[in-house]
């Protein structure tokens, strides 16, 4: 491929609003030494109650504009994946479209799950390899809190809101995005989902009754996915790649459960230092996840121009995926 493309800015937001593992006590029969120890999670921060998804997303889409020095202008395709959508349609991504000013460009929401994220950057690639478009915004914004049963003490504990977003331009072959994969495993849709609300079975007295309008997860099931579909995503896009363990330099996550990423490590044989984990603060924020994650890591500066970073995601579906990128910093 002549040219390759790569991230040139990057944001994230985070609400303000902490919920922590005390307040959940307070909620739900749980502890802080239960959720910790078979999670990681200390506290998720949680969304205004007058906030949607594109209230996040627009607040990540401008700082990333910001850093890579564009106007919303120069868009020509906004990307959003998102497991919480403001509404079924119109797209979450047509209304960051309207409220950024992004009057130049094309906008449709990615149906992922949690991998939403690394199969935007996929799409953003494609889309700018193949001449289609030369600068894509690619958003994870979720607003999990507003579709979690918080009376159901297996599945409140886990999640939080975020949003993380990143420009995605053209560069020269060799550097930023340097292989992905892509993968799905769709006999798995029943383990976690979102029973009703779609066209299966929609909305109705008697969904509401049956709390069929919160998240559904058969969690050991999940778990036993995850650790396989990880070391399995990495493996692939560093073979596609061509490039050893021993060339990376961080592994971001999603970050759905500690110990879930220390099998992950524990299965390749890396060290848990090359994996970027905020879950502790964060909880699972699904597709906002693993840019929340990128976005701390550049900030902070453990992700250095140059380095080799492989960003690797599973969620409902169930979809797993993973990109390897070499980080040119910004331009
Ligand atoms: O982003 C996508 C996806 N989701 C995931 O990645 C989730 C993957 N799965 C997981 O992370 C774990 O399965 C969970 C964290 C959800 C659950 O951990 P676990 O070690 O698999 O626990 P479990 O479901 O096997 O439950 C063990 C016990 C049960 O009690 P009994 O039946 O052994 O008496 C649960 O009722 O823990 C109980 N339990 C709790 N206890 C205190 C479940 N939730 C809680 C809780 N506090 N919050």
Redesign the pocket.
Known sequence: MAISATITGIGRYVPPQVLTNADLEKM????DE??VE??GIRERHIAPPDWATSDLAVEAAKLALADAGISSHDIDLIIVGTATPDMIFPATACLVQDRIGAKNAGAYDLSA??SSFVYGLAMAYGVITGGLARRVLVIGAETLSRITNWKD???C??FGDSAGAVVVEACPPGEGFLSFFLGADGSGGDL?KLPAGGSRLPASYETVERDLHYIY?N??E??KF?VKAMPEAIEQVLRRANLTQDEVKWYIP?Q??L??IEAASKRLGEPMEKFIVNIDRYG?T?SASVPVALSEAVDDGRICPGDVVVLVA???GFTFGACALRWTGRR
């Open positions: 739900v029969e749980t502890t239960w959720i078979r999670t799950a949690c003490r297996s599945t504990v886990l976690l997860q969690g050991r999940v778990f995850a999603h759905a459960n110990r879930i699972n699904s599973f969620g409902g």
